[in-house]
């Protein structure tokens, strides 16, 4: 019913920056918060960002001062700008988004597949 499709991600050098975007298709009356998610080798999945309809955001401390999360609710979509990239910044990227189907429904919550994110030192 909905996809989420995350982009932008790659190989970078440490201090370097990224952009990644994600884009919500299907079924959608609309959405509230979307966020960004990422999951290193061997840990668990964290919140890195997250920004309601509204636009307030918080972020995980490790982040702060350096990623900035931003939404584009015409084009239905979340961004991460990521900048100072660090090594321990290496994992899969994952989209996430509270969505709703119609004005009646509940949100459901959706993930988008990951996009990987290496940053070398």
């Known amino acids: 019913q909905v996809q989420l499709v995350e982009s932008g991600g790659g190989l970078v050098q440490v201090g370097g920056s990224l952009r990644l975007s994600c884009v919500a298709s299907?079924?959608?009356?609309?959405?509230?918060?979307m966020g960004w998610y990422r999951q290193a080798p061997g840990k668990q999945r964290e919140l890195v960002a997250r920004?309601?309809?509204?636009?307030?955001?918080n972020y995980a401390d490790s982040v702060k001062g350096r990623f900035t999360i931003s939404r584009d609710n015409a084009k239905k979509s979340v961004y991460l700008q990521m900048s100072s990239l660090k090594p321990e910044d290496t994992a899969v990227y994952y989209c996430?988004?509270?969505?709703?189907?119609?004005?009646?429904?509940?949100?459901?919550?959706?993930w988008g597949q990951g996009t990987q994110v290496t940053v070398s030192s």
């Open positions: 996430n988004a509270d969505i709703l189907h119609s004005a009646f429904d509940f949100a459901v919550n959706y």
């Open positions: 920004i309601t309809s509204g636009g307030s955001r």
């Open positions: 299907g079924s959608i009356f609309s959405i509230n918060a």
